[in-house]
């Protein structure tokens, strides 16, 4: 396991690998489940090309990563869908 940053340096990400750090340690983790539990089983990388008011194209990253399905099945893919059925996602705006 290696140092975490001082707390000024950080984004994001590295203030999120920073609590993973102090929890696996405090937990004592045998390497094989740290190792297990901080790299994920799946990784998604869309890149969505935008139209801008200004008339150029811009692409924005989007990500998706998936640790787990111990759990049971992730959805969140599906709620991205305009068509999905759900009633649940029914009050979102559709554009």
């Known amino acids: 396991m290696s140092p975490a940053p001082m707390p000024e340096e950080m984004n994001v990400y590295q203030n999120a690998e920073a609590r993973f750090e102090v929890a696996a340690d405090k937990l004592g983790l045998e390497q094989g489940l740290y ?33 787990s399905t111990v759990r049971g099945r992730v959805r969140a893919e599906s709620a991205l869908l305009p068509t999905f059925p759900s009633t649940k996602y029914a009050r979102w705006p559709r554009g």
């Open 35 to 67: 190792r297990y539990l901080k790299y994920p089983s799946k990784e998604i990388t869309l890149y969505i090309p935008i139209g801008m008011d200004n008339g150029t194209l811009e692409v924005f990253t989007g990500y998706r990563v998936l640790h």
